[in-house]
């Protein structure tokens, strides 16, 4: 699950830096590092998730 999330969101950034999503938080291109954030976040939840699961 935290590689599928990791891809996912390296994707989201490379977008983001091409052309800005829009989203909003994400209308310039230098706010693909709140996606870095976001995917530190995640994959960090993930993995908690993961290790505290039987």
Excluded: Y
Excluded at 16 to 42: E, H, N, S
Aim: net charge positive; no cysteine; hydrophobic share 65%.
């Amino acid at each position: 699950m935290t590689k599928f999330l990791a891809l996912v969101i390296i994707a989201l950034m490379a977008i983001q830096i091409i052309k800005p999503l829009g989203w909003p938080g994400l209308k310039r291109r230098a706010d693909f590092w709140k996606l870095a954030v976001l995917a530190l976040a995640a994959t960090s939840l993930a993995g908690l998730l993961g290790h505290w699961s039987p």
